[in-house]
Every structure is written in structure tokens, then in C-alpha cells.
């Protein structure tokens, strides 16, 4: 099917609410990893930068503990919002873990998504990630359209690629 298809077209072929909270689950997993991935290499590095300054007593020894935490807070929260919202926006509705799971964004009538879309999906996951992700579960399996509470508001839905 195309891309633009209307989503009435693919009733049809949508699947089942457990295949789809699993690579909904996957893909998040995937896209986490990265971001927590990019957070934990600048908690690294920012450690190696701050053990000489404390060495030399330039900052305090408790930098050793806060600069690593904050700076790994920082770009995990920053790399996400970047694979969130700018890489599907630039990239035709794809994180890398929807590409490795062969899933795209797209709104309710067929379209690609605009920033903002992307960024009230992101926000919302703050909702659909509680209780570890049950309440995201949870709705993409009872909802007709798949749709996690972040796709509901922004009136978009995950739809497979392959």
C-alpha cells in the first residue's frame, strides 16, 4: 500500500493488539537505548573532565558525582527529544527503532505529521509511561486504531511498514 493510503483501506491487513503493543514495545525499547546510550557516553566523558578539576581544586569534589549525573540527564532527555521529533520529521515518520521495526507515524487521514504533532506525541509519554508502560499497553491494545494516549491527542497512528 502507499503511504497516503486512507487508513479505511488498511483495516483489512491492521494487526492483532498483542503484535502490535509488541513492536510498539520494541520500538521503543530501541529508541531509549540510544538516547540513554548517548547520555551514558557524556556522563562518561564529562567524568574524565571533571576528575583533573577536582585533582587540581578548581571545583569541589562533589562535581565528581554531580557533573557525570547531570550531564548524562541532560543529553539522554536532549537526544530523545531529537529522536523523537526531529528524526521523524525530517526522516518521513521514522525513529530508528520504527525503522527496525518497520512501523511509520502518519496522521489520521494518511499524511505526514508536523512538528508539533511529533512534540505533543513526545510529551505524552510522561502518560503513557506509567507503570512502566502499562497505560501505553493498555491503550494500544483497546483502542480500534492502535493508538497510544500521546497518538490519541495528536491525532496520529502508528502504522506498519512491512
Not at 557524556?42 to 583533573?52: E, H, K, T
Not at 507515524?105 to 506509567?130: I, S
Request: net charge positive; charged share 15%; proline share 6%.
Amino acid at each position: 500500500m502507499t503511504a497516503a493510503a486512507p487508513l479505511s483501506t488498511r483495516a483489512a491487513t491492521s494487526p492483532g493488539p498483542l503484535e502490535m503493543v509488541a513492536r510498539r514495545a520494541a520500538q521503543h525499547l530501541v529508541d531509549w537505548s540510544l538516547a540513554i546510550g548517548a547520555g551514558c557516553l557524556s556522563g562518561l566523558l564529562a567524568g574524565l573532565v571533571v576528575v583533573p578539576l577536582v585533582k587540581w581544586g578548581v571545583v569541589p569534589p562533589v562535581a565528581i558525582i554531580w557533573v557525570p549525573v547531570v550531564a548524562f540527564a541532560l543529553l539522554t532527555f536532549a537526544a530523545d527529544l531529537l529522536n523523537q521529533v526531529w528524526v521523524p520529521l525530517r526522516r518521513g515518520g521514522v525513529t530508528p527503532g520504527m525503522l527496525v521495526m518497520g512501523l511509520r507515524v502518519e496522521t489520521l487521514r494518511g499524511g505526514a505529521p508536523r512538528a508539533r504533532d511529533y512534540l505533543v506525541r513526545w510529551l505524552l509519554f510522561t502518560v503513557d509511561g506509567l507503570l512502566l508502560g502499562l497505560v501505553a499497553a493498555v491503550s494500544i491494545a483497546v483502542t480500534r486504531r492502535r493508538q497510544r494516549v500521546g497518538d490519541l491527542v495528536a491525532r496520529t497512528v502508528v502504522v506498519r511498514t512491512t
